[in-house]
């Protein structure tokens, strides 16, 4: 009996020891990583910037430690397309219908409007080809602005811009006919503009409307509907707008 309740204290103290290092292990596992392409150009804009901050958010309550790389456009296709990289951190809501091998996150990071802008208020500018045969400025690396362009406009009428309150001033010195730009982001620079371009420059159509999401490649694509139910909290419980906030401020 003696031996018997000996043997017991011994085994007590090796259960506990066994607990406590498997609980330690436990914790000390490694955050799974999880890779995500964009552009360069896209990388710079505070849109991006302000979704890598979200998602740097979800994939953390996710156990997963979010990675950025930086890509040539066509690259980034690729390297998603064969598995070297996870997914693509931003693209337009269609982009699935021509890459089928990516998975959607359904929920928005954020919905835009493409507004056309003009020095002349009275610009007859009924559509995307109302354009062609004007002298246009857009911000390089916007692509869903860029590929509607092309679509009706000689490259010699194009003029890309890397510094959007430029683009503006040659706007309101009929340098420009018209400037083509995200709203949102567009009306911000204007606001911060003086009263002598702002009160020279006319939007004159929006014509598209999108939105913009996460994709994820095939090893990943079990993530999105998870992904999409995180984002629609962050928004009803506020940390979305704070996220947004702090961005603009940054």
Not at 128 to 142: D, F, I, M, P, T
Not at 160 to 184: C, H, I, N, W
């Amino acid at each position: 009996m003696i031996l018997f309740r000996n043997f017991i204290g011994s085994v007590k103290p090796f259960i506990l020891l066994c607990l406590l290092m498997a609980e330690f292990s436990f914790a000390a596992e490694p955050e799974k990583t999880i890779v995500l392409g964009v552009t360069e150009p896209a990388l710079k804009s505070p849109q991006v910037q302000f979704a890598k901050r979200i998602y740097n958010d979800i994939f953390e309550d996710l156990n997963y430690k979010l990675k950025i790389e930086a890509l040539p456009s066509i690259r980034l296709a690729i390297q998603t397309k064969i598995g070297a990289i996870d997914g693509e951190l931003i693209r337009m809501s269609g982009y699935g219908n021509t890459h089928p091998h990516l998975t959607r996150v359904d929920e928005p990071i954020f919905e835009f409007v493409v507004a056309i802008y003009s020095n002349d208020k009275h610009l007859n500018v009924a559509s995307w080809g109302s354009l062609e045969g004007l002298n246009v400025g857009y911000r390089r690396g916007v692509k869903v602005v860029e590929n509607e362009l092309i679509k009706v406009l000689k490259e010699s009428d194009l003029v890309q811009f890397t510094d959007v309150p430029r683009a503006l001033r040659m706007l309101s010195m009929k340098r420009l006919d018209a400037y083509v730009g995200v709203e949102s982001i567009t009306d911000d620079y204007l606001m911060s503009q003086p009263e002598k371009i702002v009160s020279n420059i006319f939007k004159v159509l929006k014509p598209k409307e999108d939105s913009a999401h996460l994709f994820l490649g095939e090893k990943f694509s079990f993530l999105a509907s998870k992904i999409s139910i995180a984002l629609k909290n962050m928004k009803h419980s506020g940390r979305y707008d704070e996220i947004k906030k702090q961005a603009k401020h940054d």
